[in-house]
């Protein structure tokens, strides 16, 4: 695993939507909330892009997509790709959305050797998160149909032997 | 088919309301009401004209048939049993009660609180006042006035058949989130005109839709749809998905078979 080398940095953290910032940057950065994490990468990363970068939380996931979609946010740095992914599944796998908008991910704890495409690997993920969708949908719907079915017999056996 | 005509002129009445302003001001009317997205203040306005024009409603039938209000709602408080609507709210709960609970089995809801502590236990308490108030206004209306009308002049099915119809548009006068919990509202229509015809009163039917309103909205604050609507429905309206049609079908079966 490749780590890139950042130093810390005395800078507040700051989150998109607290940090007021600009309403449409152009470099997203990944956030957790682990600490260690924020108070290194993440504050050199925003002193790099000057105001142009603004930190989403997974509770931002969602407000990030959009902004991907939008084609405002060109540059995502992650600190990996488990991060990523979790971004990813909250946002319900927006995966050839973002890579059509033209979106380059940089992950920072890589786990691949340096220029390797990560695009393969989302849409795998993808793939995998789509299928567990479906069969949840499915087992859903027929212990919904079974379970329901119960409940209305029951409720016939128990109306019909009201007294009249 | 007086009573059709007061509700025309109530909708007539809250749409010119509404859209007269628009007109003047050359901005295009609307079809549905509350469909203005300006001020809070002015959609409490229309919220509240919508409940003086309800019980205007209420008051003026008696009048516009030569009757008393007081003798057309003491004759029909008359009748029945108020017992009757322990009945119906019993009923509708346990119906409700045991359709969530299959879902809860199956994974197509999850009980989990979505709001503060503080919300959800105002939204609790409100809940039975909320239903006693709602189900007393559309009893009146739908039934005390509407259907009871239709009764005068139409065999029993059809006047159950148009009841329904006028009850289910009726919740799509104004805008709404939803419109496929159309077929959910007419058969919810279609027993409650059923309860009232097989029992000739308005208890039953008043306590199957106040049992109802109760278990809806008092569950709201918890209730978190997984499953697809289609099954078992959305917010406050289970009975719109194929389960709850089914259910309010059987009840209206149950009604008109052993409660007469």
Redesign the interface.
Known sequence: MSTSPLSASPAPARSGAAAGGTPHPRVAILCDGDSDWQSQAQHKLLARYRGEAQVYRPHEFHRLSDEIIAGNVQLLHCRDLQLLIQCLWECQIQVERWRGRGLHIELIESPFPAGTDVWPVLLDATEAWLAAQRAA?R???I??????F???V???A???L?P? | MIAIALLLTAFAFLWAVENVPRLLTRRPARWLLHAETDSPRARKLHRALTQFVLLAMILLYPLLRGDSVRGYYSDLLGRGAPRQALLGAALSIFCLSLLYLAWLFSDNIEFAPRHASSRWLRKLAAAPLTALLGAAVEELLFRGILLADLLRSLPPAPAIVIGSVVFALAHYARRVKRYWTFPGHLMLGVLLCTAYVRTDALWLGFGLHAGGITLLSGTRPFIRYRGPAWLVGASIFPYAGLAGLVLLALLTGVVWTRLS
């Open positions: 949908r087992r859903r719907v212990a919904g149909l079974i379970f329901s119960i409940a209305v029951a409720c016939a128990l109306l019909f009201l009249r």
